[in-house]
Nanobody
Framework: QVQLVESGGGLVQPGGSLRLSCVASGTTFSAYSVGWYRQAPGKQRQWVAGMGTVSGALYADSVKGRFTIARDNAKDTMYLQMNSLKSEDTAVYYC???????????????WGQGTQVTVSS
């Protein structure tokens, strides 16, 4: 059974940073591309970033230059480093296993439970 467990969310002031982590178990983590999504209250879930099995990061325009996705296949873990946070980044963040095809990220139905990120002064 595939399990994804996120951590690292919290309350941060505008301009601050957070690093989210997501540990995978129950599957061959290195065989999947990985991604992060977020969902703000009253809004649809939105793709944030994706990364191939080894490298090759993709980002939504809204986070490009501020967020960095990374993975450590030896630890079955993916990360999302978030810098220069804005109030509009406030959301529940979810990690995902998926695939990258023709430069786009596609989610398989493997999701973490979500971690809350709140950007507020």
């Amino acid at each position: 059974q595939v399990q994804l467990v996120e951590s690292g969310g919290g309350l941060v002031q505008p301009g601050g940073s957070l690093r989210l982590s997501c540990v995978a178990s129950g599957t061959t983590f290195s065989a999947y591309s990985v991604g992060w999504y977020r969902q703000a209250p009253g809004k649809q879930r939105q793709w944030v970033a994706g990364m191939g099995t080894v490298s090759g990061a993709l980002y939504a325009d809204s986070v490009k230059g501020r967020f960095t996705i990374a993975r450590d296949n030896a630890k079955d873990t993916m990360y999302l480093q978030m810098n220069s946070l804005k109030s509009e980044d406030t959301a529940v963040y979810y990690c995902n296993l998926g695939r990258i095809q023709s430069g786009d990220y596609y989610a398989w139905n493997y999701w973490g439970q979500g971690t809350q990120v709140t950007v507020s002064s």
